[in-house]
């Protein structure tokens, strides 16, 4: 049966290559369709509970999506009157961002004070060209002192200040935030321009989902192109062929044209982890290119025609390669146990892109390579000599291969411990993104945008007048700023005590909760009455006024800092306020938990890919010794690339935590190849198990160690992503690959010399 396509195919390879040609292009005619996401909430299914228990926070309040300017004066002074000004400027043209609900800054913040018997309340700064020195000095006591603004709004020292705007965007196109976030960049610019002695820095949420297809366009640019460069170069040293490599880099386009257009069709919206597709299926196609052009090569080289020696190549490499593309499938597919949708779309557009590759490599290539003027080149293949050298090496030192290679494996292993969890989602994106380094400035200077929140529940209509309750709330409020961390704590009891003390003449004394419930909701109706239209207390009281909302923004710190944290604050509640006791919710919340929880969803899917994936191999190969036995070399580089990492880096988030599922498919497919070559020995053959490793070392050494050297370079190059998600992924995928080769090369010889069956 497949003698009889392969015949077909370099009998009609003008057709052939037509119809692979013409399907491609038809399949990537999808491409059209392709649609970026850009909300940071792609990271979190629907089903998953933190992403639940932030938007019925949301539903219940307003939105907290936000564009926060930072605003740096030149002499490092706030209160002035020229730097005033621009923030007032700043403050109402903001109210023209698209979709923005509430802007908040120093100069429109609602002072209360008392004036006879009258609550006043108005903004902060009114007009600042008519501010005297010494009214400039009171206008900065006033905000360094309430707890409010400080380290919200304005910083301690009053160098620094920020204009926060809220934004709710709806959700029905793609185009929110960029149009947000263009508007905001556009109008930094026009008031750095009109106030030349500031500066401005742009974060909060809109910024960072903007930076996602920012930095991944980015990569796209400068990642491509780099990547292809070093696939040229190593194809034509290591093949020393132009046709080979020219018919394998048309594989490519093609297969990478037809798995975007697939995805266009598919409705699968790119993102972050998706745009490395193109890298991971290219890398792959290459390796199935490469075996079958190897063997041709080799034929040739040993004066068979080029139809023999095509023919001969595609019969003993169609199994392997058809097993390492159905097995790396099995482990990209294994990527749909993840809990973050991005990486379920990785995973599911790879097995399409390595299901391609395969289709392309036994139809496209072989007719295009008969199509092509290929020469014999005299010689052997570039380091097939060496590859016999080396099967020496490994027979004649089999058993201190076997110890040594233990014992190391055993010791990278036993450092896996070292590796924590930590997922901070500001450090997805690395130093050189303006997002990035906008942030950084924001937490040292001003505030944090790392937040807790809470909706603390009264249990009655009305029943955030209730003293008690009150007393709970500021509790809590003056236990958490007692915590490492925090740097602010936004709560209503600080707008209570203020009004206490106004309607006492702003008394310092009366600065504290009231004490009856009938005065708190007199309070806090006459102040909201006074407040203009956008700056009420719907974000921080629900409809019923049954429940407040308590925000905590913290440092820049790692997951398991905040989960103690958060540990810690469900205990006071637990022992001081059991009836108001609410999980924290916030993306920082819903982010510090993926990486754990997807690291238990892809232990679960590795595991039935590598039950699959054995299973396939036994049958396949039809030895269960030999089956068994490659669950060795399979599952080793893993544990010694995390063992490597502990040591190395220490640190494992979300995207690391798929790189079992990634690499569990790849890893096989060295194995596959070194097993059938040795099977083949054997059984075809009749060798011995030693000299069934030389056969294998001498047919398919020369593949295997061009094929990783392509699938690490190609990883490799993902380390130098902006978005740190896909950098170390890369990068660990790349070393699991590079350890791989290792075990395949040091440590699976010496394993069937001893248990590969029968000596003879």
Not at 93 to 118: F, K
Not at 448 to 464: A, D
């Amino acid at each position: 049966m497949s003698e009889t396509f392969f015949r077909f195919v370099l009998k009609h390879k003008a057709l052939v290559i037509f119809l692979a040609v013409a399907l491609s292009l038809l399949m990537g005619s999808g491409v059209k369709q392709l649609q970026f996401s850009n909300d940071y909430r792609m990271f979190f299914s629907e089903e998953n509970p933190q992403l639940q228990a932030f938007e019925q926070l949301q539903n219940t309040y307003t939105k907290t999506d936000n564009v926060l300017f930072v605003v740096e004066p030149e002499d490092g002074k706030v209160f002035t009157r020229e730097t005033l000004a621009a923030i007032s400027a700043l403050t109402k043209e903001a109210w023209q961002i698209p979709y923005s609900l509430r802007v908040d800054s120093i100069t429109n913040y609602q002072h209360t004070y008392a004036q006879g018997d009258d609550l006043v309340v108005e903004d902060l700064v009114l007009d600042p060209a008519s501010l005297t020195d010494e009214a400039l000095l009171e206008k900065q006591r006033i905000a360094t002192g309430d707890p409010l603004l400080v380290n919200r709004l304005i910083s301690p020292s009053a160098h620094t200040t920020g204009v926060n705007v809220t934004v709710h965007l709806p959700g029905k196109s793609l185009t929110e935030v960029p149009e947000a976030a263009a508007s905001a960049q556009e109008m930094a610019n026009r008031i750095e321009e009109a106030y030349p002695h500031i500066t401005i820095h742009l974060t909060g949420m809109v910024i960072m989902n903007h930076a996602f297809p920012t930095a991944s366009q980015d990569d796209m640019k400068t990642l491509y192109p780099l990547m292809f460069a070093a696939v040229i170069l190593v194809l034509v040293i290591m093949l020393r062929s132009i046709p080979g490599t020219l018919s394998t880099l048309i594989i490519i386009i093609l297969m990478i044209i037809a798995t975007m257009g697939l995805t266009g069709w598919l409705g699968i919206k790119l993102s972050p982890p998706t745009t490395t597709v193109p890298i991971v299926i290219m890398t792959l196609a290459i390796a199935d290119c490469v075996h079958i052009l190897v063997n041709f090569l080799h034929g040739m080289r040993d004066g068979e025609s080029k139809h023999q020696a095509m023919m001969e190549s595609l019969r003993i490499n169609l199994q392997p390669v058809f097993l390492t593309t159905l097995t790396t499938a099995v482990g990209f597919l294994s990527l749909n146990f993840s809990e973050a949708p991005p990486f379920r779309d990785l995973g599911n557009m790879a097995a399409m892109g390595v299901a391609l590759a395969f289709f392309l490599s036994i139809t496209f290539l072989p007719a295009m390579m008969m199509l092509l003027p290929v020469k014999s080149l005299g010689g052997d293949t570039l380091g097939s000599t060496t590859m016999l050298r080396f099967a020496e090496f490994v027979v004649r030192n089999k058993k201190g291969l076997l110890w040594g290679m233990g014992v190391i494996i055993l010791l990278l292993i036993a450092q896996i411990p070292n590796n924590r969890l930590d997922d901070q989602f500001v450090k997805y994106f690395d130093e050189s993104i303006a997002f990035r380094q906008a942030t950084d400035f924001t937490t040292d200077n001003l505030t944090g945008i790392y937040l807790i929140e809470y909706s603390l529940e009264s249990g009655e209509t009305g029943g955030i007048s209730d003293p008690g309750f009150l007393r709970k709330v500021d509790d809590f409020a003056q236990w958490y700023r007692q915590q490492p961390y925090v740097l602010h704590v936004n709560t209503i009891t600080d707008i209570m005590k203020r009004l206490n003390r106004n309607m006492h003449e702003d008394d310092d004394d009366w600065y504290r909760l009231p004490d009856r419930r009938d005065l708190s909701a007199q309070y806090l109706l006459l102040y909201e009455f006074s407040l203009p239209f956008g700056l009420d207390l719907n974000n921080q009281i629900n409809v019923k006024k049954s429940a407040t909302r308590f925000t905590v923004t913290l440092e820049s710190i790692s997951t398991q800092q905040l989960l103690a944290i958060e540990e810690s604050a469900q205990a006071w509640l637990a022992e001081h306020a059991p009836h108001m006791r609410i999980s924290g919710a916030s993306p920082t919340m819903m982010f510090a938990h993926i990486g754990s929880r997807n690291i238990v969803a892809m232990l679960k899917g590795t595991s039935l890919a590598l039950v699959m994936i054995s299973v396939i191999l036994i049958f396949a190969l039809r030895s269960l010794r030999v089956g068994g036995l490659s669950l060795i070399p399979n599952l080793v580089p893993m544990g010694m690339a995390f063992g490597l990492w502990g040591m190395l880096v220490g640190e494992v988030g979300l995207a690391l935590s798929v790189v079992t599922g990634m690499t569990l498919g790849i890893v096989v497919d060295d194995t596959v190849h070194f097993l059938s070559k040795y099977l083949r020995a054997r059984r075809e053959k009749g060798m011995d198990r030693e000299d069934a490793v030389r056969y294998a070392f001498a047919t398919v050494g020369t593949a295997l160690w061009v094929t990783s050297l392509v699938l690490m370079v190609g990883f490799s190059i993902l380390a130098f992503s902006h978005f740190q998600l896909n950098a170390g992924m890369g990068m660990l995928t790349a070393i699991t690959l590079g350890l791989a080769l290792v075990a395949d090369f040091l440590f699976l010889p010496p394993l069937l010399i001893y248990f590969g069956g029968k000596k003879s």
